[in-house]
């Protein structure tokens, strides 16, 4: 399970990438590239990383579920997500 801290940080990241995208992306369609150099670092959307939403592990994360590859395969065999079975042929 990652530190609350982390996944705290992210969501930091989330909100401010969101407060500043109009500003963003006006400031690229103006070329004003010494106004985007004063913009926070944290404002940019490369800065993000997606976590899963339970444990917030960094790696393995399955973007159509929002999960990591660890807790999908958990809650899959518990039977929580619809539609998706253990394959057996």
Known sequence: MAKE???????????MVAKYAAKRKALKEA?????????PKNASPVRLHNRCK???????????????R???REL???GLIPGVRKASW
Do not use: C, H, I
């Open 76 to 78: 899959a065999n518990q």
């Open 31 to 39: 070329g004003d590239w010494e106004g985007l150099q004063k913009l």
């Open 70 to 72: 660890v807790t999908f």
């Open 54 to 68: 339970l444990t917030g592990r960094p790696r393995g994360y399955m973007r159509t579920f929002g999960v990591s």
């Open 5 to 15: 801290s982390m996944k705290a940080r992210e969501v930091k990241r989330q909100k």
